[in-house]
């Protein structure tokens, strides 16, 4: 971890990203960032400081969510794909990856990203699927879809080693330590 802020109690995490990222030295980092900050804001500044994004899009960009879903898909080969076992299940993922040309909703995007997850529980042959989508400044040439595959693993690793353990093992999100230095010393104490 390389920073944290505190996101007081009128507010959101969207209002902090810049205030979080000024003090580290971003040029030539891709960051990564969940849903809720698929901002062009944060996609502007990020291309200010040097940096390049590849971010997840979901249903709070409604426009830009439907321009990446009616891409043609079908049409687009699978770039990169891999295989896994873990949490208990069997994991088949596909990647699909796209220039995108002007028009895009969002600044600065070179690549949108179909990412297909199929899972099944071990010792069941049952598969789910979903598909989610990504957006990234970085160019195909910048990039690869197997390194887009890795940095995307990586994000959703950091999901799954520090925010589901703080959300779901320590319960967080219904703490009670709201006032002084309680929240920001109990989150200091889990980032350890």
Known sequence: ????????????????????????????????????H?????????HRRGAHYLITVKGNQP???AQLKTL????IPIAHESRGRGHGRDEHRTIKVTSVAAGLLFPHAA?????????RPAGTNKWSTETSYAI??????QASAAELAA???????????????????????RSQARTAAGPRIMASLRNS
């Open 72 to 75: 043609p898909w079908r049409q």
């Open 63 to 65: 426009h830009l969510f």
């Open 136 to 141: 990234t400044s970085l160019g195909f040439t």
């Open 38 to 46: 698929a901002q062009r804001d944060h996609a502007g500044y990020l």
């Open 111 to 119: 690549q949108a990203i179909q990412i297909r997850r199929r899972r």
């Open 1 to 36: 971890m390389l920073g944290q802020v505190e996101v007081g109690a009128k507010t959101n995490e969207i209002t902090r990203f810049s205030v979080l990222l000024d003090p580290v030295d971003i040029r030539d980092a891709v960051i990564t960032a969940d849903a809720l």
């Open 151 to 173: 940095i995307i693993r990586g994000h959703w690793g950091i999901e799954d080693r520090l925010h589901w353990v703080r959300d779901m093992d320590f319960d967080e999100d």
